[in-house]
């Protein structure tokens, strides 16, 4: 996709699946052997059935219930990069599903080989838009939602390709349940006040913080990411919001 290509979304027509622009790499460097046989062995025993419109042109809800028995709850991480932070509470919470989207190639392979090290069996991967998976995750079906370091895109002409927008809040509202919480972490300041200032013009959302500390120190369960490292090796601090859902 073209930088310059900001053709803006059209509305579909009903029933049709909506144009939907896609900024960002979706591969990097050439993947080693062994991380193109987990694609090809593994990505497709973790991918949530039902997500693509190929398969689903209905767009039916999926069924949580069979992607996930016996869990108490649904956590979802959009653009898990390396797949640490992903890793890492699925380790810390066997009892949770976890739904990681990344539409990067290299990052979920990279996901796919940690998850191979740590045995975890209690995650599902959608290699692909957000968007797409929103569609069919049943309302209020989310418990935990992550936006961990996403693409700032800091230009003024690319901040529509933001993830943090009102189209996506809606997706994201009706996706959560009541008291859900949405975490997003990032080390550009402006956009923390970017989402500040579209979640606070979101009737379905709040912000929780009552002090510094509680935007400026790590939630409690935080393990760090690459992203994180290198942004405090760069000298920027990184911010972490909270957000609940009403």
């Known amino acids: 996709m073209s930088d310059t290509d900001d053709t803006p979304d059209a509305p579909p027509a ?43 042109p209905a767009r039916d809800p999926m069924d949580l ?3 996930f028995p016996g869990k108490r709850a649904v956590w979802l991480e959009i653009g898990f990069g390396g ?15 976890i739904i990681g989207c990344e539409p990067f190639i290299n990052g979920v392979a990279m996901l796919l080989s940690a998850v191979e090290a740590a045995g975890v069996s ?12 929103l569609d069919v995750l049943p309302a209020g079906s989310v418990q935990r939602a ?5 693409d700032p ?5 690319h901040w529509k390709r933001r993830f943090v927008s009102q189209d996506n809040l809606d997706q994201l ?3 959560m349940a009541p008291g859900a919480v949405l975490r997003v972490a990032t080390d550009i300041e402006d956009y923390v006040r970017h989402s500040l200032e579209q979640v606070r013009r979101h009737p379905e959302f709040e912000w929780t913080a009552g002090r510094p500390a509680d935007w400026r120190e790590p939630w409690e369960d935080w393990p760090g990411t690459r ?17 609940r859902r009403r």
């Open 153 to 157: 895109w800091p230009k003024k002409r």
């Open 122 to 133: 209690n995650l599902a991967i959608h290699p692909g838009d957000a968007r797409d998976l």
């Open 227 to 243: 992203y994180e490292g290198k942004a405090l090796r760069e000298g920027r601090r990184p911010h972490y919001l909270t957000f």
């Open 173 to 175: 509202a009706r996706a």
């Open 65 to 67: 219930a069979a992607l």
């Open 146 to 150: 992550f936006l961990l370091y996403p």
């Open 14 to 56: 009903p029933g049709a699946r909506p144009w939907r622009n896609f900024h960002g790499r979706r591969h990097g460097k050439k993947l080693r052997k062994g991380q193109q046989a987990l694609l090809e062995t593994r990505l497709e025993d973790l991918a949530p059935p039902g997500v693509s419109w190929e398969e689903n």
């Open 83 to 97: 797949g640490e932070h992903m890793i890492h509470q699925a380790s810390g919470n066997p009892d949770v599903g």
